[in-house]
């Protein structure tokens, strides 16, 4: 049966007043740098409608139709009932728990940016919302009995709203899929324009905390084409061992091109916060942060002083170790995982995320996390950068430690030098402590006790590379 919409509405005149119509713009549509985001409010009732529905089988997609005048969502998560109806018609209520996406009542409101009246077909509830707070019965609209329809008359006077809109599909892309639960589809037409489809596979499990995921996309006329990501998570209790959600990283991954079998990382080029949804947060770093996050009303940012917030960086920044780690054993643990760390210690010692700088950094000096020349993984404290590849080549880790009598135990992998990955190069003498060594500093070092001690082939090499030297520096002069 319906709600009783009249008794709704006197409800809310007297909790509102009689001028929420002209109040209700001020405090709730003009929230958004971009009104477009909407789409992911949308979304995210959506989710957490589809959570609801439990472990029912059935439709998990979320289908966006515009037309000239009018947006259609529709979805198959559980229907609306009347505490839903009080939720959209309400200024800060909401039915939603700790654990789903969207915590503020408000967020509905977003529509208002670009409709005055949206209409809502659900279950039982057939009805429009006038003057944000005032819901009015109409006509059944045809569905499938599992169908939410939510109908959205643009405003007539508004002549960008159509194409907005359209732009605002297609900054979605197959990531917005990426740490969803509940939908597995995403679709979109503007009829006569453009089309979107976006799909996410089942997760793959890898291991207790990791997962490979692929997002797929095509939109109009274009190729088919996918995402993969290593997504690893880490649940986040509170008092009474309360889950409350989980914290995550996603780095992007490829196949390698030689083999087929194996994936590397790929540095992402931008990195926005995620809250289920990206945030105009920018973490600097090379892939993805996705935690419940306390944000503000808007929830495109979040709340920086937060203690929560605080709370899941450092969780974020654990997590990250342990990702890393399981990627040395893996052997996936190059310096292109690393290029994705944060290295700049400027870009985070002002920030939300330091944690993360420090306790990488703690991690890299301490633990064998990065890769070393001939295979293998070893920590700053016992590495060390030659400038050349014959100095690499030629003198091995356990020379060098009796020469500099100081514990080294292995060269960092050849791909970090002045030339290439000089980024990490500067990182791993100025954050790590690791010392660069040069043909010269090791030949001061030569000393007849360490000479005999070498076989006879060996100072043959030695030979060889005093003459490579030697032209070296001929030609620098």
């Known amino acids: 049966m319906a709600s009783d919409y009249q008794a709704i509405s006197i409800e809310n005149q007297k909790k509102y007043g009689t001028d929420i119509g002209r109040i209700a713009p001020m405090l709730l549509v003009d929230r958004y740098d971009d009104r477009t985001h909407f789409i992911f409010e949308l979304l995210q009732n959506a ?147 453009s089309y979107g489809v976006y799909l996410r596979s089942h997760p793959e499990s890898l291991g207790p905390n990791v997962q490979r995921i692929t997002v797929t996309g095509q939109e109009s006329s274009q190729q088919e084409f996918d995402q993969n990501w290593l997504v690893f998570h880490r649940k986040i209790f509170v008092f009474e061992n309360k889950e409350v959600g989980q914290v995550e990283v996603a780095f992007s991954i490829q196949h390698d091109n030689d083999k087929s079998d194996r994936w590397s990382v790929q540095p992402l080029a931008t990195s926005p916060l995620v809250v289920f949804f990206p945030t105009v947060v920018s973490t600097n770093l090379g892939f993805l942060v996705q935690g419940p996050y306390r944000t503000t009303p808007s929830r495109d940012n979040i709340m920086y002083n937060d203690p929560w917030n605080q709370h899941l960086v450092e969780e974020t920044a654990s997590l990250l170790v342990e990702a890393l780690k399981w990627l040395r054993d893996q052997t996936i643990l190059d310096t292109s995982v690393l290029r994705c760390l944060p290295l700049e210690r400027d870009k985070f010692s002002n920030s939300i995320f330091a944690p993360l700088f420090d306790i990488v950094r703690n991690a890299l ?113």
Not at 143 to 156: A, C, G, Q, V, W
Not at 391 to 414: C, H, N
Request: aromatic share 10%; charged share 30%; proline share 4%.
């Open 47 to 193: 989710e957490d409608a589809l959570k609801r529905r439990g472990t029912r089988k059935g439709f998990r997609r979320v289908t966006f139709y515009l037309t000239s005048d009018t947006l259609l969502l529709s979805h198959f998560g559980k229907p609306f009932d009347k505490a839903d109806v009080c939720g959209v018609c309400g200024i800060a209520e909401s039915t939603k728990d700790n654990n789903s996406i969207g915590r503020f009542g408000i967020g509905f409101k977003s529509v208002y940016s670009f409709t005055d009246r949206p209409e809502i077909h659900s279950g039982d509830e057939d009805f429009i919302v006038e003057n944000y707070v005032q819901p009015r019965g109409i006509a059944r609209k045809e569905r499938h009995p599992d169908e939410t329809m939510i109908l959205l008359p643009l405003k007539s006077d508004d002549t960008t709203a159509r194409q907005e809109i359209t732009n605002g599909f297609k900054r979605l892309g197959p990531s917005a899929l990426l740490f969803l639960r509940h939908i597995e589809e995403i679709k979109w037409d503007a009829e006569g324009d």
């Open 365 to 477: 000096i301490h633990e064998p996390l990065l890769p070393r020349f001939n295979g293998e993984y070893i920590p700053a404290l016992q590495a060390k950068l030659a400038s050349t590849q014959e100095l690499r080549e030629l003198f091995s880790p356990e020379q060098i430690s009796i020469l500099f009598d100081d514990g080294m135990k292995g060269w960092l992998t050849a791909e970090i030098t002045q030339y290439k990955e000089s980024e990490i190069r500067q990182y791993a003498m100025h954050e790590l402590d690791v010392k660069e060594v040069t043909p010269l500093m090791v030949v001061s070092r030569l000393s007849r006790n360490f000479l005999e001690a070498q076989s006879n082939d060996w100072i043959s090499r030695l030979y060889e590379f005093l003459r490579g030297q030697e032209a070296a520096a001929l030609r620098r002069h």
